[in-house]
């Protein structure tokens, strides 16, 4: 009996697997967006969409140097991110301490930390107002508590977007 339950749970798993291979599913256990299932599709570079971002140069540095993103298959050698965009070319982009607004209209709990979880001081561009050029985006982690977004490390380029993701399965929080 216990070798039908271990044969019925190997092959369980390795349908899920297969599966998940065939359909670029990734698992997200972050604060970033909701826990669960994604399916990686091609970004969609609009207001509101979840995309999968690839960091470089300072930003992929410092995302490694303090453990914010584990190893993986962006050319930094780290994982891909996921973050919402919340601003796209052409929209006026403005931080402060109190916060981030787009085109005038504040975005809740957006305020700029000082310290990150582990009491390490946080960068982030210079504050005032900009207007994002061609091929750039302003992204957001659904956490703004946690989430080390476009608030600390700026605009990414669509280059560094690879992906979109799809939710499949989330858990409700």
Same mark, same amino acid.
């Given at each position: 009996?216990? *070798?039908? %339950? *271990?044969?019925?749970?190997?092959?369980? &798993? @390795?349908?899920? #697997?297969? #599966?998940?291979?065939?359909?670029?599913?990734?698992?997200? $256990?972050?604060?970033s967006m909701p826990r669960g299932l994604y399916q990686r599709i091609d970004p969609v570079l609009k207001?509101?969409? $979840?995309?999968?971002?690839?960091?470089?140069?300072?930003?992929?540095? %410092?995302?490694?140097?303090?453990?914010? *993103?584990?190893?993986?298959?962006?050319?930094?050698?780290l994982t891909p991110i996921f973050k919402r965009v919340a601003a796209v070319p052409g929209d006026r #982009?403005?931080?402060?301490? @109190?916060? *981030?607004?787009?085109?005038?209209?504040?975005?809740? @709990?957006?305020?700029?930390?000082?310290?990150?979880?582990?009491?390490?001081?946080?960068?982030?561009? &210079?504050?005032?107002?900009?207007?994002?050029?061609?091929?750039?985006? /302003?992204?957001?982690?659904?956490?703004?508590?946690?989430? $080390?977004?476009?608030?600390? /490390?700026?605009?990414?380029? @669509?280059?560094? %977007?690879?992906?979109?993701?799809?939710?499949? $399965?989330?858990?409700?929080?």
């Amino acid at each position: 009996m216990r *070798v039908r %339950i *271990v044969v019925s749970i190997l092959a369980a &798993s @390795a349908l899920l #697997v297969g #599966v998940g291979l065939a359909l670029d599913v990734r698992v997200n $256990w972050t604060a970033s967006m909701p826990r669960g299932l994604y399916q990686r599709i091609d970004p969609v570079l609009k207001r509101d969409a $979840w995309v999968a971002i690839c960091l470089e140069g300072e930003a992929a540095h %410092i995302a490694e140097a303090r453990g914010y *993103v584990i190893r993986g298959t962006c050319p930094s050698g780290l994982t891909p991110i996921f973050k919402r965009v919340a601003a796209v070319p052409g929209d006026r #982009v403005a931080l402060s301490p @109190a916060g *981030v607004r787009i085109n005038g209209e504040p975005v809740a @709990a957006s305020e700029l930390k000082q310290i990150d979880s582990r009491g390490r001081p946080l960068e982030h561009p &210079s504050e005032g107002e900009l207007v994002l050029a061609d091929g750039r985006y /302003f992204v957001l982690g659904m956490n703004a508590e946690q989430s $080390w977004d476009s608030r600390y /490390f700026g605009a990414v380029s @669509a280059q560094q %977007i690879i992906a979109g993701a799809k939710p499949l $399965w989330t858990l409700e929080e």
